[in-house]
Each structure stands twice: as structure tokens, then as C-alpha cells.
């Protein structure tokens, strides 16, 4: 179900009508033109399983010179949607009106440049598997307008929402977290060192991570006196996301995982595992 949680008075109205999304209102739409749409500067969105996502939303809007905004009784942003203007599958709105600057005036237009942000709540946002894809951008008009009598007998809601799109696009990623851990500690120059680790992604549908599995995994060292970590080997991860692979022992040092993601997931790096070396050990 989509919601637009801009403007208490429009959710509302929304609410009461007990529709699934907005429709188009019958009266003439305005005139309005978005454009330059960037969401989150170009970048992928990787949400979790609880933790909120600011995503910042920039973008050129032109207006009738006469037309006005006043974010109470009727409101204008950038949405993202996933599906189509008609069939959206899923929608994410702005909470709080954007942050625009004038940048050009003509005797019938006005343009700005706007700034907004959209609020991912993984638990309210985001329902599924397929969430986790390109998402297209739409410019959008809304309105409400409430008519009550003096005696609370009587309640009229009248809205609409216009939408104009797609007018960019941005990608939905799962968040992925990844473990590494060497044994055994300290371990002795020149014998088998185990490296071990997890790769687990975000599962919106149950709210928590679950195993990544046939995912290549690079296994890297640094040196206990470098400040660069080079490739070992890749490893695949295997059944619930385990990592599992073996390497000889040589020098003082850091092991770590890492992820460099997938079109569904995002990119992941595990903390470095510290690992100390002793010399083999001579019998006389």
C-alpha cells in the first residue's frame, strides 16, 4: 500500500477515503514542469532492516508566476515509485516540503531549484524481494481542500494528485553485512591458517538477515605495518552465507571479507581480523 505522507491534512484525507493510492482529480492540472531530477546524487540507496535512509532529492521546477504552493492545503516534490505512473507497485514521498531558490522569473513563470528529502523506513517502505530494483522519479501536484459545517454533521473531502514522470530513476539495494574470523590465534609461520566468515543480506519481508549464498567474496591481506590490503583468493560463499577457505601463515597481519555487491545488494567490507605469527618451533 502507498501512502504520501506529505502534509498531515492530505494523508488524512487519504486515509479516511480508504483508497490504496491517489487519483488524478478531475479539475485541470497545473502547469507545472520538473526537471533535473537527481536522487540521492546519482547513487544507490542501500537500506537495512531498521535503520531509517535519508535520501536527498534534487530538482528544477517551473511554475505559472500566479500559482502557489503553501504545503497545508496543497503540496508539489519529487516521488519515487516503483511499476508504472498508473500501476505503481510501491512509492516512496517526501515528509516535509523542499527547500527551493528562485532562479529564474519571466512575466507568466517562476523556476527554482528545489532541494527534498525522502525517508526510507525499511519497515514501513519496503515489503519485499522486488523492492530492490531500479525505481523511476515523478514530479507530482496534490491538493485537499475540507468542507465542515458548524454543527460536525457534515464532512467533504475534495484532493487530487498529478503526476508527471518518469523523470529519473534510482536504485533500491539490500544492505549486506559481512563477518571474517581467522584461527588459530596466534598462528605459526607456515602452517594452515582457517579463515571463516558470513555473508548475510537484508530480508525486508522477515526484518532480518538472512545467507547470501554463490556470491564470489575476495579474501584480503594487510601486513601488520601497511596501510594497503591485497587480494588473496576468492571464495564462494556457501550455504547461509558461509565463508570458508585456508591460507599459510606467514607474517603478522589483518585478514578481511570483502563484497563488491550485486544489481540487488549492496557492497560490503568485514573488519579486519588481526593475526599474529610465531616462528615454527625447533625440537633440539
Given at each position: 500500500m502507498r501512502k504520501l505522507a506529505i502534509g498531515a491534512a492530505l494523508s488524512g484525507a487519504l486515509a479516511l477515503t480508504g483508497l490504496a493510492a491517489p487519483v488524478a482529480s478531475a479539475a485541470t492540472s497545473p502547469d507545472l514542469t520538473f526537471s533535473d531530477v537527481v536522487v540521492n546524487k546519482g547513487k544507490a540507496i542501500v537500506v537495512g532492516t531498521t535503520a531509517?535512509?535519508?535520501?536527498?532529492?534534487?530538482?528544477?521546477?517551473?511554475r505559472p508566476a500566479d500559482f502557489t504552493v503553501?504545503?497545508?492545503t496543497n503540496f508539489a516534490g519529487v516521488t519515487i515509485y516503483r511499476g508504472t505512473l498508473k500501476n505503481m507497485s510501491n512509492g516512496v514521498d517526501p515528509e516535509a516540503a523542499p527547500t527551493c531558490t528562485t532562479t529564474a522569473t519571466t512575466d507568466t513563470t517562476v523556476t527554482q531549484a528545489c532541494t527534498e528529502t525522502l525517508v526510507i523506513d525499511p519497515e514501513d517502505s519496503l515489503y519485499e524481494a522486488a523492492d530492490a530494483t531500479t525505481w523511476k522519479a515523478a514530479g507530482f501536484y496534490a491538493h485537499v481542500d475540507q468542507d465542515t459545517d458548524d454543527s460536525d454533521g457534515h464532512i467533504s473531502f475534495d484532493y487530487g494528485y498529478d503526476l508527471w514522470g518518469p523523470l529519473g530513476t534510482a536504485?533500491?539495494?539490500r544492505a549486506a553485512k559481512l563477518t571474517t574470523n581467522a584461527t588459530p590465534e596466534p598462528a605459526v609461520q607456515g602452517k594452515t591458517l582457517t579463515v571463516k566468515g558470513k555473508l548475510t543480506r537484508a530480508n525486508w519481508e522477515t526484518v532480518k538477515y538472512s545467507g547470501y549464498k554463490g556470491q564470489s567474496v575476495l579474501l584480503q591481506f594487510r601486513a601488520r605495518n601497511s596501510d594497503t590490503y591485497t587480494t588473496v583468493k576468492t571464495v564462494k560463499s556457501g550455504s547461509g552465507?558461509?565463508?570458508?577457505?585456508?591460507?599459510?601463515?606467514s607474517k603478522d597481519g589483518y585478514y578481511r571479507f570483502k563484497f563488491a555487491g550485486t544489481s540487488t545488494t549492496g557492497a560490503k567490507t568485514s573488519t579486519g581480523d588481526y593475526v599474529e605469527v610465531d616462528p615454527p618451533k625447533y625440537e633440539d
Open positions: 531509517t535512509v535519508k535520501v536527498p532529492v534534487t530538482y528544477t521546477w517551473t503553501d504545503y497545508k536504485q533500491i539495494k552465507g558461509a565463508l570458508s577457505t585456508t591460507v599459510k601463515a
